[in-house]
C-alpha cells in the first residue's frame, strides 16, 4: 500500500542521513526512484548529510510541479516508484497536495524529510500541509541534544553568535558548533557580513534565549555552564 510518510525532528537528528539510506535500500531491490531537496547546504539539487554522504537530486524551485514532473516521466517510459524529498518544511502547501495526489492516483511511495518549525518555534507552511495530509508522521528516534545535555526540541537562529527570533523564514545556514569566529565572514567570504548558524536547544534555554555561545559568557569559568535558572532570564518583550 503506498503511502505518504513525514519524517521529522530537529536540525542533526539525522533526516538526510535517513532519506539517503532510505534511497539506498529501495534501489538495492530495484525499484526506481527520484531524489528531491531545496536549499540543501551542498547547493543546488543535491541531498547531502553532515556525515559526509551525498547525492545528486533535483531542486524543488516555488513553480515545480510535483505531478507534472512524474506523469511526464511515466509518459517517456521511466519509471518511478518513490520519491525522496528532503527539507521538505520548504515546499509550498500545493507541492505537499501533488505529493499526496501521486500517492493516492499513481501509487508511489513518498518519503518526505523535514523539521516541522522554524527557528521562530511556528510551524512552516510545507510542515504543517505534510502533518495534515500525510499517511504517517514518524519523529526521528536519533535525538539532539542541547549545549546542556537535554534533548533538543527547538531550532534556533543564531546571528554573529546572537540569538535571534525575528526575520525572513527561510536563511540558509547550517548547525554551528558554539565556538567563537575570530572575524565575521558570510558565505560569500567577506569580512563583515553576517555569519547565520543554527543551533538546537532544549525548550527551556531556546526560551531564555540561552544558546551555548551565551552559556559560555555567563559562565565564571569554561568548565561550569550555567544550569540553574536564575542565569537563564527570560528575555523581556
Given at each position: ?70 506523469t511526464e516521466q ?92 525575528e526575520g525572513d ?69
Amino acid at each position: 500500500m503506498a503511502e505518504l510518510v513525514f519524517f521529522t525532528g530537529t536540525m542533526d537528528c539525522g533526516k538526510s542521513t535517513l532519506a539517503l539510506q532510505m534511497d539506498h535500500n529501495h534501489a538495492a531491490r530495484g525499484r526506481a526512484g527520484l531524489i528531491f531537496s531545496k536549499h540543501d547546504r551542498a547547493g543546488q539539487a543535491m541531498l547531502s548529510s553532515r556525515l559526509g554522504l551525498a547525492r545528486e537530486g533535483i531542486e524543488v524551485t516555488d513553480d515545480l510541479d510535483f505531478w507534472d514532473l512524474v506523469t511526464e516521466q511515466a509518459t517517456n517510459g521511466r519509471r518511478v516508484d518513490y520519491l525522496i524529498c528532503d527539507e521538505a518544511q520548504f515546499y509550498t502547501p500545493d507541492q505537499v497536495e501533488q505529493l499526496a495526489r501521486l500517492v493516492d492516483e499513481m501509487g508511489l511511495d513518498i518519503f518526505a524529510f523535514g523539521i516541522t518549525a522554524d527557528f521562530r518555534a511556528q510551524l512552516f507552511p510545507g510542515s504543517r500541509r505534510l502533518i495534515e495530509l500525510a499517511d504517517r508522521t514518524e519523529v526521528l528516534q536519533v535525538e539532539a541534544l542541547c549545549w546542556c545535555g537535554k534533548t533538543a526540541t527547538h531550532n534556533a537562529r543564531v546571528v554573529d553568535g546572537v540569538m535571534v527570533v525575528e526575520g525572513d523564514q527561510i536563511v540558509v545556514g547550517d548547525v554551528g558548533d558554539g565556538e567563537d569566529e575570530d572575524e565575521a565572514a558570510g558565505s560569500d567570504g567577506q569580512v563583515g557580513t553576517p555569519v547565520v548558524e543554527y543551533e538546537v536547544l532544549c525548550r527551556r534555554h531556546y526560551m531564555r534565549r540561552m544558546t551555548s555561545h551565551a552559556a559560555l559568557a555567563a559562565s565564571p569559568t569554561p568548565e561550569v555552564l550555567p544550569f540553574d535558572l536564575d542565569l537563564c532570564p527570560v528575555p523581556q518583550r
